[in-house]
Each structure stands twice: as structure tokens, then as C-alpha cells.
């Protein structure tokens, strides 16, 4: 992240202070990348013979002409949250989770096995134990990969890619043969699924709250979802594992010349990132489905690591990434809709969404940086010291 | 691989690609292009909006043929074609029911869902439209909710035109081995599974039948490179003929049929009419599911105003299923009356066509 306020008396040269800077350049740095995707948009849109005024503004209409709408939105966006976090979890310390897709078909097989056979469980115990069920699938399988990089050395890249096709192998075979359908007579045999889940195991829908239609799909997951995206705020600003972790991510070698050890932190990370990946799926299975069909909606571990990108791994920017992505993906219907521009514009609008933060954020980064080694010199500069003229001269050239 | 992980690898390629694209007319809405629909009489009363599953317009197959039915719905003035609307999922098929329940805020009076896989999605949404008529293709949603009111399921009978396309294959090879190529594993493939296989016992009870299926979920209908891989192999292992049901990745089996030389059976529309030049030849037959006749059917029923809701079952004998019969060089005339043959037994209803691959 930006880079540690200067530990020199430099208060009486700034007025702001000091933690408003870094911020104020990631907002900065964030619109400026907002404004030139949509302006590279603008101009394929334009190459395309369209006006992007319409092509944008038909994308807005559909995510905020009425409550239903944004309600969609946020739907979508809600799996995102817990993909996304569970992705930037692990990047904190420097680990590359490409297995949250893994983690999160395999809680959605617990999640499955526990709604169907906790049953007993009365009210809303029961939708609770099928979230814990969730977390705890995604925490085994996470689990994997942590132990192969602590124990052997495995790079967690390259375990958890071979693991995701594991997943998925064990999905199907769960749904061919465990948690296959048994009451599933006549026309529900069309489709290979699992019994349909009790009531009391799916999610309330909170979208009459805000006066949407059922159909938005908008649960108690959203509120979840928020909970945890604090949660890993909390941890990382907060508490002990977090500093570690930071401390892992940034500099292995003085983390552990600092004491930390470092493969106990790996392995705690990767399991709350396993935690957090095994509720992807909740939206589909407790809201969306009311059981495990086998065209459930993959992808979405995937997805999170362009989200986590997109929210610079910090869990506001990814709630807020997140919705941004829902807005994005409601838009593929209202371009085909309303426009002429095919739905793949909305996959090329994010794919330049995620290179221009990526690159606008390293800038803004490097150009804090500088501005802080300047103002640093300009003071030593003062006091004569040799160093310190250095410093000037190279950020002058720079400039 | 995401898709936004292929765009953020070719952000530059993908702006040259545009500007290259601009110069041609929308490929992606070839369904809709179909001229002077605007000169004719129309009935300009009602919308129909065609959510389509995986795969897309130009998949030469299921959602082709119900494109086809707009099309000939248009082409008869039962809808003016600046009323209707194609919408196309995206590659993994997640937004299914955003698109559904979309095209149903736009007040658009009919929403066709192709395929199967909208039906848990329109299920949940058609209660919050009583406006809208739903059809669902191949869809089960009256028996996910049955209170629903203005949801029409249209399913077919596709082990009915599976045998006859598996008597048509075991009549032409004469041969112990034949081949079956399906999409994915479940229950709606078993039955083109299990019409095949019965269809060609019934010619020789000996015959063995391969089978291979491409994988568990959607994208199995859209990868013909594992069609074609598969569809190799069962040639290299005896089969002198293979049936596909797997959607646009059975283009991988008529490349491995061309690469063996031996001949494959379509499915869903007529695919000789629409194969390369070089496949034609190799095509025997189609089986045809008229997915087209009961589009039509929806959209000219909605005009009507006398929209038929519930389970719509379209057999043989309602001509919803059949057989091609464009191949002249191979389906000769021999052939086509031992196969109609045995059609007219199972519209008599003597004969009753398996639907599970474990009873054929």
C-alpha cells in the first residue's frame, strides 16, 4: 500500500494529515481510472457506430430504474463480496488463492449434505448449520494446498489450479451419486439435482424490505456479506494475524527475522480465505436454486480475482467493485436489449476496468513515493545533508 | 479461464478487432437479419423476446432452430420483426435469469426461454409478471412451482426420434458397432441415448453401442474439441456410424467423421442443410426436434390470445420429432421406408420407445 508516513517532523510543513494523503491519491486514482476506461469504451463504442451516451446510459437504466433493478445488482454483486475476499485474504501475504473456485464447488457439496441431513435442526439453526457446513468445506480444501506449501514447498499457484479440476470432478460425482435426487419423480429427473432443500435451510429474502420483487433475489447473504468484508478489515487492521500477515506479504525474510512464523500464518490465512470461498455458492444454492443443480453458476472463484483487483484488495473497494461488476453484468441483458453493441462489449469493458486500476494505482503509487522523497530531501536539504541532495537532484530529473 | 482474464491479456487486440468488426453488419444478430420483415403485414400487437442458452445464434442447432421458428413466425406476419428480440446468455450461462426476467420488464408479451436450464429461473420470476407468457424449451418449471399460471413447458418426445435415426443407422452400416456421442450426463440426453440404442436393437439386437459423454455441465454443449476427440476414438475403436446430442460440440464429431471418413448423424435442426461442403456427404441423417413448430406454436397461440400454460409434449405424432431426409446419396429410399416404417408402429403406439438408456 502507499507508502508509511515519514517518521521525520515534517507536521508543520503539511497542513493535511498524514493518513488523508494516501487516501485522497487511491480516490483520485480510482476515478482517473474509471474516467479513461469508459473514455477507451467511448471510442470502441464509437468505432462500432453507436453513441456510447446511449450504450452507457442503457447500462445504468438497467441497474437503477427501480428498486428491483439495483436490487439484481446487488444479487449479483453478493457471491462476488465473499469470492473477492477470499481472494485478497490470501494476496495480503503474498499468496495467490487461484483455488477460491475449488473451495467454493466443495462447500457448496457440504453446504448440499448438511441441508439435507441436518433437517432435524429446527428453524433458522439449520441454514446456519448449512453456512458453517459451507465454511467448513471450503476450509478442508483449502487446507490442501496450505499444508503442500508449508510442508513441501508446492507452489500454491499450481496445487490449487490442479485442485479446482478436482472440484469439480467431486461435484459431479456428489450429484451422481450421494446427493442425488431421491423424491425426484417425472419431469424433475430432466435434470440431474439434489433433493430440494427445507425451507428453514434457505436464506430470507430481504428484497420486499426495500420494496423489490421477489425476483431480484436479494437475501440476508448481502448483509453477510458486508459482516465479513468488516470482519476482514478488522483482522487486517486490527489484529495480530493481520500485522503478521502484512508482514509475511511484504518481507518474508525480516517477518521471520521478526519472530513470526511464517507457515502457521500461510495455513490460518488460507483457511478463513477457504471460509469465505465455501459461501460463494450460497447465493445460487439458498436463494437462487433451494438445492444443488448441475447447472449451478461456475466461474465465480475466478471472477473474485479480477473483483479483488478491481477493489486493490482493501474489502471497502471490493464491496464496492463488487456491486460495480453486478452493474456491469446486469448491463450484457441491457445492451442486447436496448442496443446494437454485442453483449461481449461488457467483457472487454471489464477487462479494461482491470489493466486501468492495475496501472493508474501503480502511477499514483510511484508518484506519492516521489512526492514524499522530494518533500523529505527539500527538509534534509536544509540541514546540508549530503544524501539528501541526491534525493533532490534524482526527483528533479525525474520530474 | 474467466473471461475477463482473456480480455485483460488483449485489451489491444480486442480494439483493433472492433475496429475491424464495424465494417461488417452485426454477425451476432444474423437470426434477426431476415429482410422486408418490415414491408409486410404484421400483427404489430404483441413482443416476443428469445432468451438463449449457451452457444448463442449460429450454433447451428438448438438455438438455431428456435430462431427459426421467429423467423418463420415473422416471415407469416404473426409478430413484427421490429418487436422482437434475441438476447444471448454469456459463456457459462449465469445470466439466464437477469436476461429472462429483463426482457420481462421490458413488457415484452411473450419470453421464450431455450432450453432447459431457465426453467428453475422462470419459475421463480413468471409469478412476479402475470402479464407475461413464459415458454420454456424442453422446460420443467410447471413441476418446480405448480401454481404457476402463465408457463408453458415444451418438451418432446426425443427418444421417439432418436430410434428412428438409430434404425436408420444400424440399417445403412450393417454393421456390430455403432456410436453415441452425447453432451451432458443427465437424464434429458439419456433419452436420446436410449432412443438410439433401441432404434438400432431393433435392427440388429447384437449391435453394440459406444457411448461417450463430453462432461457434466453446459459447457459440454459447447466444446467440440473434446467432441471431436471423442468422436475419434470411437471410430478408432469400430464405431462405423456416430449420433450426436451435444448441442455445438457435435461440429468436433462431423470434423472427426470427415478425418474417418465415416458417416455421423445430426441432431436438432437438419445439419446437412447447413455443414461445410466437405462434412455434407457424411451426414446420414438429422434426428429433428422441432423446437421451431412449438416456438411458432407459442408466438401464434399469444396473438391468438388463447396461450396454452403447463406441459406441452410434442411426439412423433404430433410431428414435434422426425428424421431428415435431405442426404439423397445415403438415405435412399430403402432406408427411409424401413425407418418409416417403424415410425408409423410408434405413432400406432405399438411400439413404446425407452426414455431411461438402462431399459433399451
Redesign the interface.
Known amino acids: 500500500m502507499a507508502a508509511s508516513p515519514a517518521t521525520m517532523p515534517t507536521a508543520h510543513v503539511r497542513e493535511r494529515p498524514s493518513w488523508l494523503e494516501p487516501l485522497l491519491v487511491q480516490a483520485a486514482a480510482l476515478l482517473l481510472a474509471l474516467l479513461i476506461s469508459l473514455l477507451i469504451g467511448a471510442v470502441i463504442i464509437i468505432l462500432y457506430g453507436e453513441d456510447p451516451i446511449d450504450v452507457y446510459g442503457a447500462i445504468l437504466e438497467f441497474a437503477f430504474r427501480d428498486a428491483t433493478s439495483f436490487g439484481t445488482v446487488l444479487s449479483i454483486a453478493t457471491p462476488l463480496i465473499f469470492s473477492a475476499l477470499a481472494v485478497a485474504v490470501c494476496f495480503k501475504a503474498g499468496l495467490f488463492n487461484i483455488g477460491v473456485e475449488g473451495q467454493f464447488l466443495v462447500g457448496m457439496v457440504t453446504a448440499t449434505w448438511a441441508a439435507l441431513h441436518l433437517d432435524f435442526l429446527p428453524g433458522p439453526l439449520l441454514a446456519i448449520g448449512v453456512l458453517v457446513f459451507a465454511m467448513l468445506g471450503g476450509m478442508a480444501f483449502a487446507a490442501i494446498p496450505a499444508v503442500l506449501k508449508v510442508k513441501t514447498g508446492a507452489h500454491e499457484v499450481v496445487t490449487t489450479i490442479m485442485l479446482n479440476g478436482i472440484a469439480i470432478s467431486f461435484l459431479a460425482w456428489a450429484l451422481n451419486g450421494p446427493l442425488k435426487y431421491t423424491a425426484g419423480e417425472g419431469a424433475f429427473n430432466v435434470d440431474l439435482r439434489s433433493d430440494k432443500f427445507a425451507d428453514n435451510a434457505l436464506m430470507p429474502n430481504i428484497g420486499a424490505l426495500f420494496g423489490m420483487k421477489s425476483s431480484a433475489d436479494l437475501s440476508l447473504l448481502l448483509p453477510l456479506g458486508l459482516v465479513a468484508a468488516a470482519l476482514v478489515w478488522f483482522l487486517f487492521k486490527r489484529m495480530r494475524l493481520g500485522y503478521e500477515a502484512r508482514a509475511v506479504g511484504s518481507s518474508p525474510g525480516s517477518a521471520q527475522a521478526g519472530g513470526i512464523s511464517i507457515g502457521a500464518v500461510q495455513i490460518k490465512l488460507f483457511l478463513i480465505s477457504g471460509a469465505l470461498a465455501g459461501l460463494i455458492g450460497m447465493q445460487q444454492l439458498l436463494v437462487d436454486k433451494g438445492a444443488l443443480v448441475q447447472n449451478y453458476e461456475a466461474q465465480l472463484g475466478f471472477i473474485g480475482i479480477g473483483v479483488a483487483f478491481l477493489g486493490q484488495n482493501n474489502p471497502i473497494g471490493i464491496v464496492f467493485a463488487a456491486i460495480f461488476w453486478g452493474i456491469l453484468s446486469r448491463g450484457e441483458s441491457a445492451l442486447q436489449i436496448n442496443t446494437d453493441v454485442p453483449r461481449e462489449f461488457v467483457i472487454i469493458l471489464q477487462g479494461i476496468f482491470i489493466m486501468t486500476v492495475v496501472i493508474v494505482y501503480q502511477v499514483a503509487k510511484r508518484w506519492a513515493a516521489r512526492r514524499q522523497l522530494a518533500r523529505e530531501g527539500m527538509i534534509e536539504n536544509i540541514d546540508g545533508s549530503a544524501a539528501a541532495v541526491d534525493i533532490d537532484g534524482l526527483s528533479k530529473e525525474d520530474a | ?8 491479456a ?2 489491444i487486440v ?2 483493433s478487432l ?2 475491424a ?2 465494417g461488417s453488419d ?1 454477425p ?2 444474423g437470426g434477426t437479419a431476415t429482410d422486408g420483415g418490415t414491408t409486410a403485414e404484421c400483427n404489430a400487437d404483441i413482443t416476443v ?1 428469445v432468451a438463449l442458452d449457451v452457444g448463442g445464434l449460429g450454433d447451428k442447432s438448438f438455438n438455431d432452430a428456435a430462431a427459426a421458428g421467429l423467423d418463420q413466425a415473422i416471415a407469416d406476419g404473426l409478430v413484427c420483426e421490429d418487436n422482437t ?4 446468455a ?1 459463456n ?4 439466464r ?3 429472462v ?3 420481462a ?2 413488457g415484452f408479451n411473450l419470453v421464450v426461454g431455450v432450453g ?2 431457465f ?3 422462470i419459475a ?2 413468471a ?2 409478471y402475470p402479464d407475461t407468457n413464459f415458454a420454456i424449451v ?1 422446460g ?1 418449471a ?2 418446480v412451482d405448480d401454481t404457476l399460471t402463465n408457463v408453458a ?1 415444451l ?1 418432446f418426445k426425443e427418444q421417439e426420434g432418436s430410434f428412428l435415426v438409430g434404425v436408420a443407422a444400424a440399417q445403412y452400416c450393417q454393421c456390430d458397432t455403432i456410436g453415441f456421442l452425447g453432451g ?5 440426453i439419456g433419452k436420446f441415448e436410449a432412443g438410439y440404442t433401441a432404434g438400432a436393437k431393433a435392427i440388429n439386437p447384437d449391435i453394440n453401442v459406444l457411448v461417450e459423454y463430453i462432461g ?4 459440454a454443449f459447447v466444446n467440440d474439441v473434446k467432441g471431436e476427440a471423442l468422436s475419434t476414438k470411437m471410430y478408432d475403436q469400430g464405431a462405423e456410424i456416430i449420433y450426436h446430442a451435444a448441442g455445438l460440440s457435435g461440429a468436433g464429431l462431423f470434423r472427426a467423421a470427415v478425418e474417418a471418413d465415416k458417416p455421423a448423424i445430426g441432431v436438432d435442426s437438419d445439419q446437412y442443410l447447413t455443414a461445410a461442403p466437405e462434412e455434407q456427404p457424411l451426414i446420414l441423417t438429422s434426428m429433428l426436434k422441432r423446437v421451431d413448430t412449438a416456438v411458432y406454436n407459442a408466438i401464434k397461440q399469444t396473438g391468438d390470445g388463447n396461450f396454452v400454460t403447463g ?1 406441452q409434449v410434442f411426439g412423433l405424432a404430433d410431428e414435434g420429432v422426425g428424421y431428415s431426409q435431405s442426404n439423397t446419396e445415403l438415405m435412399t429410399a430403402d432406408i427411409s421406408d424401413v425407418v418409416d416404417g417403424y415410425a408409423e408402429q410408434i405413432v400406432a403406439g405399438d411400439i413404446v420407445v425407452p426414455e431411461d438408456p438402462a431399459e433399451a
Open positions: 479461464m474467466p473471461k475477463w482474464l482473456r480480455m485483460f488483449l485489451p480486442a480494439l472492433v475496429a468488426a464495424c452485426e451476432a444478430d423476446g428480440k434475441f438476447v444471448e454469456d457459462t450461462g449465469s445470466n435469469d437477469e436476461n426476467q429483463a426482457l420488464d421490458e432447459f436450464a426453467s428453475e429461473g421463480g420470476i409469478a412476479d424442453d420443467f410447471n413441476a413447458d418438451t451432458q450426463t443427465g437424464p434429458l457434466d455441465d453446459t459447457t406441459f
